[in-house]
Each structure stands twice: as structure tokens, then as C-alpha cells.
């Protein structure tokens, strides 16, 4: 009698496993290349495609870089300060601070909206840690140059995940040695590649939670592409690839035109020789003898002029109007992309120019603060082992993104204070003065310190005239219930 004995699933991939790894592989390899060009134009490393007219074949490899896209996408993502996490009920929110600090997510949030904002889409992977029971659970920020998500766009939620990179240190693997890391609704599967070709399974972590822990936070999405795109838009790159040509212009009109071109009329060919009868090389001829000539047989003196030097103002022009029309993608003030003007802007008209980028903040701010929400709340289920209560929302705070000045929030709040629309001690009214999270998490120690003081000296006020009347020999307002009936 023959008995089969059944593959562990610990240490092997099913077929649909290995199916999902397929299609998730394909997935995340047909957009790296898209991905890698935004990044490409976003560190100034794009190659700009020469038209083989202007550049001579003596300056094909100079490379000029001008750095808008940059500028744009981290004028964007410098607005966007996430602050603190609270429970919306008012409760404590300690809980929320944990993990958050423990993950270093303030810090942490800056690379996933730069990543976002880049890219497109940012992932959010969460699980639990690797301390312990009482480790708090794991959020980390994943590239989508290493991971890509399956969504169901009716749930609005991910089916299956996947991240392959370098394995990590903890792992014993070999020098440069790649990992998969799968992520399905009732485990998380670890595998790196195995002698006969395919994967081996090192790790299955099952936490049962129904639901992928993985978020994307996707920049830009429509109702038919919810995967996001990037801030670096074709426009973008066009125009970027369009002003480098002008740069590489006038690097050009430089190298030519830099020293005015001269000419002779009449010299003879003694005048380009040296005292041997040897020819003169053109840079001696032109600071040398030239400037000194001889008449001719008939004494006539040779005519010497200079052609007009070259004008770049004309390139520059042409690069001012494209710094125009950059701001106008982007929705930034021309003068943070160098176009300036003989007349300054004053400081509203400045902050005016600026409405189109605070908007764009606070829409992004929207949407990537619905995204940190489902990964808090996540890491949450991981913690306690199920889900948390629905009817309690989590918020995130985040820093106006605006540029209000001070004095502009005082008296703003100030004004809401004094009509009773906000009470002077709630937290809001701190929020509103524009008090960071650090220093209204202050104020309130400082109030609560306050209170106690204020309500310790108001029972010594009252406690003062008993001990007067004591010492004054007068009876106390305190009786002692001594068993008798009578006062």
C-alpha cells in the first residue's frame, strides 16, 4: 500500500502562489521603466535628445541639467508635514503616539510622499515586529520600483501584494541574493530563490486579518486609473528637455562666439609667421601679430575689423518663457523657478501666487492622510488581534500648508475667541494659532499644572479663616458628632 505524504506548505509556494508571484512580477517590471525616467528627470540624470542640427559632433558628450522638476515636486512635498495621529472622539491617544514613534513615522512619511509624488504611488506595508509579543507592530514605506499592489477597485481594497528587493540581513543568504515577499489576506510569505530555480518558502507569517496590510498611497488618481501618476508629467519632461537644449545652446555660442571673430584685409603672409617663417597656430595669429601689421608693397595699410560678439539674451529670453510655463504646470510662483522680474512682487502678491500650490497641498493632504489612517488602523488589528471599533475614527494632523504670517493666525484666532465660535482653552484654538504639535502637547501640561495649583490655592483660601477662628478662641464651625443627640 502506497501512503502519499503532503508537501509542508510551509516550505513550498502552491500553484496559485507561485501564479500571483508570476502576474505580480510582470506587473511591476512593465512600469519600472516609466518609473525609472521620472526618477531619472526628478536627479537631473536624463539623457536630452539631440535634434543633430545646432551641437557639433566635438560637444555631443556636453550635458547640461536644469533642475525644475526637482524644484516642483519638493516645493509640493515640503508643504506636506505630518504631525501627529488622535482619535477623533477627543480619547487619549497614546496608543496612536506608540506606534507611531516606534516606526519613526514623522520622519518616515516625508520619504513616502516624496516617493509619491515622484512615482505616483508610495506603498505602506504593515506587520508585526520582529521583538517579541510585546513589540509594537512594523509600518514600513515600500518604493514601487519594489513592490506592486493587486486592487479591487469595487472593495477599494488590495487582493494580493508583492515586494522583491535585496534579501534582508536577518536572512542567510548569499552576497546580492534577491527575497520575495508575498502578501495575501491570511499570511504574509517570505521566499528566496532555491538551488533548482524556483522559490523556497523561509518564513509564512499567518495573521488570519481577511485583508492584504498593504495601503498605496496614490498621487493623482482618476476614476479609471487608481494606481496614480507622477508629478513629472510629459508636459514636464518637455519642456524640461527643451530648456536644456537652450542651455546647451548657449554653452555652444559660448565655446564659438565667446571671443569676437576678427578679420584682415590686405595683410600679407608674413603677418601670420613667426620670425623662422613658420605659420602661426589661430590662437597665437589672434592676440599675437595681428594686433601689429606691416603696410604692403604699395604702403597701404591692411584693414582689420571684428564682427558683431554674440547676444545670449536672446536664448535667455526664450528660456524665461519656458520657466513661465513650468510655473503654470507645477502651480508655483514663477520666481521660485528663477524667472524674476525688475519690480519685486510685494509679500501678498507673492502669497497670492502661491494659492494654486496650497491647494494642490491640502488635496494631497486628503488623500495621503486617508492612506496613513488605513495603515494605522491596521497596524492596530496587528497589535490587538482584531479589528478596532469602526465607530472610532483616526485622524491625522497635519501643518497648514499655507503661509500665513503670525501675527495673520493671532489675530484670526484671537477674533474666533472673542465672538465664542471656539473656547479660548480647546485644543483647536491652539491648532489654529498655528502651535505645533509638540508645543500644544506643552500648553496642555502647562494648563493641567495650572489647574492644580489654582485649585490648591483656592482650599487654602477657604481652610485660612478656620484656623483663624481657632486661634481666636472662638468655636469651631466643625462639630464632632460625639453620640449625642443634642448640638
Known amino acids: 500500500m502506497t501512503v502519499s505524504i503532503p508537501e509542508l506548505p510551509l516550505l513550498h509556494l502552491s500553484d496559485d502562489e507561485l501564479y500571483l508571484i508570476q502576474m505580480l512580477r510582470a506587473d511591476m517590471m512593465r512600469d519600472r521603466y516609466a518609473l525609472k525616467l521620472r526618477d531619472a528627470y526628478f536627479n537631473g540624470e536624463q539623457l536630452i535628445r539631440d535634434l543633430g542640427i545646432s551641437i557639433p559632433p566635438q560637444l555631443k558628450g556636453l550635458h547640461t541639467v536644469i533642475g525644475w522638476p526637482r524644484v516642483g515636486v519638493e516645493s509640493l512635498e515640503e508643504r506636506l508635514d505630518l504631525e501627529a495621529f488622535r482619535w477623533a472622539d477627543g480619547k487619549d491617544s497614546s496608543d496612536l503616539a506608540e506606534i507611531a514613534e516606534a516606526n519613526d513615522l514623522f520622519d518616515e512619511s516625508n520619504l513616502a510622499h516624496l516617493d509619491s509624488l515622484v512615482y505616483g504611488r508610495e506603498y505602506l506595508a504593515v506587520g508585526s515586529g520582529d521583538c517579541g509579543d510585546d513589540c509594537p507592530p512594523l509600518i514600513t514605506a515600500e518604493s514601487p520600483l519594489d513592490m506592486t499592489l493587486m486592487w479591487d477597485a469595487r472593495l477599494r481594497m488590495g487582493t494580493a501584494a508583492l515586494r522583491e528587493c535585496a534579501a534582508d540581513s536577518y536572512i542567510e543568504s548569499g552576497p546580492e541574493e534577491r527575497m520575495l515577499v508575498l502578501y495575501l489576506p491570511d ?17 509564512r507569517d499567518i495573521h488570519r486579518l481577511g485583508v492584504v496590510p498593504v495601503v498605496r498611497m496614490a498621487n493623482r488618481q482618476r476614476t479609471a486609473d487608481r494606481v496614480g501618476r507622477s508629478e513629472i508629467t510629459p508636459e514636464v519632461m518637455s519642456i524640461t528637455d527643451a530648456a536644456c537644449r537652450r542651455l546647451m545652446g548657449m ?47 604699395d604702403g597701404n595699410i591692411p584693414t582689420v575689423g571684428q564682427f558683431p560678439a554674440h547676444d545670449p539674451s536672446g536664448m535667455t529670453k526664450i528660456i524665461d518663457l519656458y520657466a513661465r510655463i513650468m510655473s503654470s504646470q507645477f502651480g508655483l510662483p514663477p520666481h521660485m523657478l528663477g524667472y524674476t522680474t525688475d519690480n519685486p512682487a510685494s509679500a501678498d502678491a507673492i502669497r497670492s ?14 488623500r495621503f492622510g486617508r492612506a ?21 475614527r483616526i485622524e491625522t494632523v497635519w501643518r497648514n500648508p499655507a503661509t500665513p504670517t503670525v501675527a495673520a493666525q493671532a489675530d484670526a484666532t484671537v477674533k474666533l ?22 508645543q500644544r502637547q506643552r500648553v496642555r501640561a502647562d494648563r493641567r499644572r495650572s489647574g492644580v495649583a489654582a485649585a490648591g490655592g483656592g482650599l487654602l483660601d ?4 478656620l484656623g483663624d477662628e481657632r486661634a481666636a478662641g472662638l468655636p469651631s464651625l466643625v462639630e464632632v458628632d460625639d453620640g449625642d443627640d443634642d448640638l
Open 372 to 392: 496613513w489612517q488605513d495603515a494605522m488602523r491596521l497596524a492596530l488589528w496587528v497589535r490587538d488581534g482584531e479589528p478596532p471599533d469602526k465607530a472610532r
Open 251 to 297: 554653452e555652444v555660442a559660448a565655446e564659438f562666439f565667446g571671443a569676437p571673430q576678427r578679420y584682415i584685409l590686405g595683410a600679407s603672409e608674413s603677418a601670420f609667421q613667426d620670425a623662422e617663417g613658420n605659420p602661426l597656430d589661430a590662437w597665437a595669429t589672434y592676440i599675437g601679430r595681428m594686433l601689429g601689421l606691416e603696410r604692403d608693397e
Open 462 to 465: 477657604r481652610l485660612a479663616p
Open 187 to 203: 499570511q504574509t510569505i517570505t521566499a528566496l530563490p532555491s538551488e533548482s530555480g524556483g522559490w523556497e518558502v523561509v518564513d
Open 353 to 366: 501666487t502661491e494659492a494654486k500650490l496650497v491647494k494642490r497641498s491640502e488635496r494631497r493632504i486628503r
Open 417 to 438: 475667541v472673542q465672538a465664542g465660535i471656539i473656547p479660548a482653552d480647546s485644543d483647536v484654538t491652539l491648532e489654529m494659532a498655528g502651535l505645533s504639535e509638540g
